[in-house]
């Protein structure tokens, strides 16, 4: 079945240190990728998506680009702030499907 | 603000009680989603919707029953509460399957 594999956390870095968490897929169809984040004590909100091979998502600083090739939606932001840390979750939906599937989610966690 | 809004914010049950969640939507979206969030297990999918009148079982059903009378609301309703259901619940809702979702802020209950 149709899956998402995230790297395990927590993520713990220091503020403008360059981040990457790990997204790879596996599909039965053609999916869209997105990511999602979640602040504490709150909701999940899109935070960028990418519906065919080599878009690049990107918004806030953060990008992800999906790679075919290697079935993967890694996350990047070159500089992170304190306000950053979150809990982060990556996601496809197969086309003609119903419903999303998420990764477990990775909780970084970003010190001054 | 539009957006999806679940009420109520918290609640404490005692165990063998009822109640429905309450989840509405003023974007038109077709398709509206019940999710709950467990510590270390990220997001399970209870029930979903398509359409007005329509619900489908999700990944952890039980104890759990739905309803989709009006296309802007999606009920959820425990029957007799058991302290397994002890979660955080989100709504979602998406005007499509590949537009990615948008996430009410959450319930936190709490059964004793």
């Known amino acids: 079945g149709d899956s998402v594999t995230q790297m395990e956390g927590p993520v713990t870095l220091s503020e403008e240190a360059f981040l990457t968490i790990n997204c790879t897929y596996t599909?039965?169809?053609?999916?869209?990728l997105f990511w999602y984040v979640q602040y504490p004590g709150e909701g999940l909100q899109l935070l960028l998506k990418a519906t065919k091979a080599d878009d690049k998502g990107s918004n806030k600083g953060f990008e992800a680009t999906y790679r075919k090739e290697t079935t993967s939606f890694h996350l990047e932001k070159g500089s992170v702030q304190v306000s950053d840390s979150a809990v982060y979750f990556c996601?496809?939906?197969?086309?003609?499907?119903?419903?999303?599937?998420f990764g477990q989610g990775t909780r970084l966690t970003i010190n001054p | 603000n539009a957006g999806v809004t679940q009420t109520p914010k918290f609640r404490v049950l005692k165990t063998g009680q009822s109640m429905t969640l309450l989840c509405a939507q003023d974007?038109?979206?077709?398709?509206m989603y019940w999710y709950r969030q467990d510590p270390g297990m990220g997001l399970r999918l209870i029930h979903y919707?398509?359409?007005?009148?329509?619900?489908a079982k999700g990944e952890v059903p039980d104890g759990y029953n739905v309803s989709r009378l009006k296309k802007q609301n999606f009920l959820l309703g425990l029957e007799s509460a058991a302290p397994s259901q002890t979660s955080v619940y989100f709504c979602a809702s998406s005007p499509t399957q590949r537009y990615g979702y948008t996430f009410g802020s959450g319930t936190r209950l709490t059964v004793v």
């Open positions: 974007m038109n979206h077709e398709y």
């Open positions: 919707s398509v359409g007005e009148g329509t619900t």
């Open positions: 996601a496809l939906i197969i086309q003609g499907a119903q419903k999303l599937v």
């Open positions: 599909a039965t169809g053609y999916p869209s």
